[in-house]
């Protein structure tokens, strides 16, 4: 019984003490080496509270309130969309939303109505406390009004410190206070201190005594409340805002207003100082650059601040699932935000989230995202202490301990009496009982170790999977900078490369950095379960219930292993569900490069190898769903793109491909809640994939050179059939339908399309319809091809002549070049609007998931990153549509006779609605006064009133 109570000492000591003093124990990786010491613990929840903002005088005019509070923490947004039937709702097709928080606040509440039900935070402060109050909506939304208020209305940052000095005034002890406060801002990533008058740029530093601090930052001793109010005033002068189209005093930078509260007292060994820090924040607003219709600068602190509020949300997301899955990544170190804020978010401190709101209902995409990390924000677990600091701490720190073992001891001799009693007493069955106990403490702890050790290897697991995608990303991007450096003049693109390439080696950095203190965590974890063996084993070994306990505990210990091999298991599962998606990729591509299975097949039995059927990775990919148990949404690095060169079987792996990619953005964004700013490279990845380069279009270029055009390129079916692809993706991505994005570029894309359709096929017409020879047809022929257009087919000169080329009629274009007059293949531009069909139907895609991304503020990579695509792949299409209209003219230009159908040849043209008349015109040189450069201009032999058409439309 002795060993058994002199074991319980001992993990007790080993347990407790490490808690407590920050020797060895979980507090000591945050606050290691730091002269603070923690004698009150509290684990809490972020407390999250909602406020609705009334609807401003202009809103009132234009929009309608879609936001109900039913009570005070319940609210329902209403579907903004009033058409809608009762059908539809009860089919569940409204997006009326119901939302649960800790406090919701209608539009007539006061701030003073929120403080009242938030204040018990800033009551902790003067006690040691750190608390952190930070308001989060989108622009317009309310935060400035909530955090700085109005005279009438003073803000929570006012009323804050109000209370601050009323609770010291009100202090019946002998303790003295001191108060200082500081004002930051953090404007497109860089830190000003506010209450400087030109404060230049501040760094962060990671201190080993107060953790992360703002260094040079200026912070002011005050006396009063009105001190405070007078540097909120000043600070608040200084702080940049902007005229937005969404706000007219819009906040377009981060200001966080510290107040520190030292309470100096005094105990019977030391001298003691309590020091309590309130954050007082308020946050720029999440902006669509589109909204507030601004360019240059205010463009780029968009991007700036949404770059660190994706950062917050990217923790808000870590720090949901931490909770609720083990271990995450969290990434504080994407912005001088979270890192400011780090202790705010999920460390020492209580944490109010304002979420504010607008009731308009044109707002209600943004409402809903404020939501829905207000949702989240309600996982995330704080670990609060009270920070002790003295006049030597080490002393203190010391004392302390011996306070606490003191009590410690009492506490385990008086339990030492009372089994000894109890011994005395029963001691035959008293013995078994307490063995017993004994086994199940140990065994539950057991559990736990291996609890910890699961879920540290899935974040090692995770984090190493994110790197491997992160280094073959690398790899793509050198390769892009390469080849872009070799074609770029003004070196754009390549910047922004590099800065991806940036911002890869430091996630890859930081990853690295965290898997390696994950890996010393398992060590520790490992040392731990050792221990416990040991101590099992022991226990066992000193009982004369020998055989049973043995059992028992073989049994328990079975267990856990069992939930090991499980875990096990699950990672395997998930490595073989990663390399089917890799096979199946790899088929795409072998398949991509023209090789149909046998030939693939017949090439690997030769080789003596045998692979997988490319059915069965399909089929496979249904079966082996990545398990439950790592409930990640997998996206395979191997990727390869057949783009619009496959057999239609083929096309099915495509697009799965993107659905693949889609649906993992997608499902993350809506289920699930990785780190997501972790794998947010796989869009540009997808871009700078090679094979979707220009030369990879070329590729295909010769394929269908190669003799088999039409088949594979059909000009209407194409396009339509990879419309019809991504209809049905888009319909499975996004169940909020169409009317969720506004393509107006892609209208234009659309509309600039068949402008240059309607050209070639007016070319084609001009050219087919002629019956002589043109005298620069060589020129012409040589322009055509030099323009990279197309291919040339056969010598035929008339269209009947044609028919044997293999060319359909409707894309036969015959040129009178020399005496071999040549048919070309218009296809080429038809093809080329084929990609750019193509890729409109991808910036469809990429427009659905830049809506869902901009929920998580990816504005960066969705908004830019494929209008990238479209541009280049349009730039080719312009080039192309150029080439057929310079030479259009050539032809037409040249001509000396009318041709007789003329007529259809304009009223075709029009008809296609490509372009401008501007003048009855027959020769070039009567054309000069239209105003069209004669580089651009096309005489057509209207009737007796010939016309000049600007091709400057294609
Ligand atoms: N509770 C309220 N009562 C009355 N008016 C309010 C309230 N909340 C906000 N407003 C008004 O709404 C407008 C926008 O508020 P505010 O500037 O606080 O938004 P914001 O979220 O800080 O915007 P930004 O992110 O652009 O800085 C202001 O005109 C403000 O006076």
Redesign the pocket.
């Known amino acids: 019984m002795l060993d058994f109570l002199r074991l319980l000492v001992r993990v007790t000591i080993e347990r407790f003490i490490p808690r407590c003093f920050g020797v060895d124990g979980e507090e000591n990786g945050e606050y290691g080496g730091r002269r603070l010491s923690f004698s009150w613990f509290s684990d809490g929840y972020v407390v999250v509270a909602v406020?609705?903002?009334?609807l401003?005088e202009a809103e009132r005019q234009r929009s309608r309130h879609i936001i109900q509070v039913t009570d005070d923490q319940n609210l329902v947004i209403l579907d903004p969309d009033l058409s809608k039937d009762y059908l539809e709702r009860i089919q569940n097709r409204s997006k009326e939303r119901r939302y649960s928080f800790d406090h919701v606040f209608a539009?007539g509440?006061?701030?003073a109505d929120v403080y009242r039900n938030i204040s018990s935070t800033i009551v902790g402060v003067i006690q040691g406390l750190n608390a952190t109050v930070f308001?989060y909506?989108?622009?317009?939304?309310?935060?400035?009004?909530?955090?700085?208020g109005?005279r009438k209305?003073p803000g929570l940052m006012v009323l804050s410190f109000h209370t601050i000095f009323d609770l010291i005034k009100n202090d019946e002890s002998s303790d003295i206070f001191e108060v200082s406060c500081s004002y930051l801002e953090v404007y497109n990533e860089v830190i000003y201190d506010l209450l400087e008058k030109s404060s230049g740029h501040l760094e962060l530093r990671e201190d080993p005594e107060h953790g992360i601090v703002v260094a040079g930052l200026r912070r002011i001793k005050v006396q009063s409340a009105d001190k405070i109010l007078e540097l909120l005033n000043v600070g608040n002068s200084r702080r940049k805002?902007?005229t937005?189209e969404?706000?007219?005093?819009?906040?377009?930078s981060h200001a966080v207003l510290e107040i520190t509260v030292k309470r100096k007292q005094k105990n019977q060994y030391k001298s003691q100082i309590l020091c309590g820090k309130l954050a007082l924040v308020?946050?720029?607003?999440?902006?669509r650059a589109s909204e507030t219709q601004s360019g240059g600068q205010k463009l780029r602190d968009g991007a700036n601040i949404n770059r660190s509020l994706l950062a917050l949300a990217n923790c808000i997301n870590a720090l949901g699932k931490q909770q609720k899955k083990g271990l995450a990544y969290v990434p504080y170190r994407n912005s001088k935000l979270t890192r400011i804020l780090k202790d705010g978010l999920s460390g020492n401190s209580q944490t109010v989230m304002v979420a504010?709101i607008?009731p308009a209902d044109d707002q209600y995409h943004h409402t809903v995202n404020t939501l829905k990390y207000a949702d989240r924000a309600k996982e995330i677990k704080t670990h609060v202490h009270k920070n002790i600091g003295t006049v030597d701490t080490h002393v203190a720190d010391y004392q302390r301990m011996i306070e606490n073992l003191q009590v410690e001891v009492c506490r385990l001799r008086k339990e030492l009496a009372e089994k000894e009693s109890q011994l005395t007493t029963k001691p035959a069955e008293k013995a078994a009982d307490d063995e017993l106990s004994w086994l199940n403490i140990l065994s539950r702890e057991t559990s736990e170790n291996v609890q910890e050790r699961i879920n540290l290897q899935k974040a090692l697991f995770e984090l190493e999977e994110t790197n491997i995608r992160n280094r073959i990303e690398l790899q793509h991007l050198d390769d892009a900078i390469a080849k872009q450096e070799a074609v770029e003049k003004d070196g754009t693109v390549v910047q922004a490369l590099r800065s991806r390439r940036q911002v890869i080696l430091d996630n890859i950095r930081d990853n690295d950095e965290a898997g390696a203190g994950y890996k010393k965590d398992i060590e520790i974890n490992e040392k731990h379960r050792r221990q416990l063996q040991n101590m099992i084993e022991e226990a066992i070994s000193n009982n004369a219930n020998r055989t049973y306990l043995h059992i028992l505990s073989q049994y328990r210990l079975l267990g856990m292993a069992n939930t090991e091999l499980q875990f096990e298991m699950a990672m395997r599962d998930q490595v073989i569900h990663n390399q089917r998606e890799a096979l199946r990729n790899l088929w795409n591509m072998l398949l991509g490069l023209g090789l149909d299975q046998k030939q693939i097949m017949d090439l690997a039995a030769r080789q003596g190898t045998v692979i997988e059927d490319c059915t069965t990775p399909y089929a496979n990919s249904v079966v082996t769903k990545p398990s439950p148990l790592l409930s990640h949404h997998r996206f395979s690095p191997l990727v390869a793109y057949p783009g619009l060169n496959v057999q239609p079987h083929i096309s099915t792996c495509f697009f799965q491909h993107h659905q693949g990619f889609s649906s993992m953005a997608y499902l993350r964004g809506q289920h699930d809640t990785p780190t997501v700013c972790r794998q947010e490279h796989l869009s540009s990845y997808y871009l700078l994939s090679p094979s979707y380069s220009q030369a990879g279009l070329s590729g295909m270029d010769n394929s269908w050179a190669g003799g088999r055009p039409g088949a594979r390129f059909h000009t209407e079916s194409l396009p339509q059939e990879a419309c019809s692809f991504y209809s049905a993706m888009r319909a499975a991505l996004c169940p909020c339908g169409k009317e969720q994005f506004t393509p107006t570029s892609c209208e234009d894309y659309g509309q600039q399309l068949k402008e240059s359709w309607a050209v070639s096929a007016n070319s084609q017409n001009s050219w087919e319809d002629r019956s002589v020879a043109v005298n620069n047809s060589r020129r012409l022929h040589e322009e055509f091809m030099r323009h990279g257009g197309t291919n040339c087919s056969g010598y035929q000169y008339s269209s009947a002549e044609t028919k044997g080329t293999g060319i359909p009629e409707s894309r036969r274009l015959c040129s009178p070049y020399g005496t071999a007059p040549r048919a070309f293949d218009l296809s080429g531009s038809a093809f080329i609007c084929g990609v750019v069909e193509h890729d409109l139907n991808s910036y469809h895609v990429y427009r659905q998931l830049f809506v869902k991304m901009q929920e998580f503020w990816f504005l960066m990579v969705c908004d830019c990153m494929p209008k990238f695509l479209i541009t280049s792949n349009f730039n080719l299409l312009k080039q192309e549509s150029w080439a057929v209209s310079a030479n259009s003219q050539n032809s037409w230009e040249d001509r000396s006779v009318a041709v007789n159908n003329s007529r259809r040849l304009h009223e075709e043209f029009m008809r296609h609605g490509g372009t401008n008349c501007s003048g009855y015109q027959y020769s070039s040189a009567e054309t000069k006064g239209t105003g069209i450069p004669e580089s651009r201009r096309l005489c057509s032999p209207y009737g007796t009133a010939p016309r000049a058409f600007d091709l400057s439309g294609s």
């Not at 969404?246 to 377009?252: C, G, K, L, W």
């Open positions: 406020k609705c903002r009334p401003t539009s509440c006061t701030n308001a909506g989108s622009t317009g939304s309310g935060k400035t009004y909530t955090m700085v109005t209305d805002t902007e937005t969404a706000n007219a005093t819009s906040s377009r308020d946050l720029a607003g999440s902006e504010t607008s």
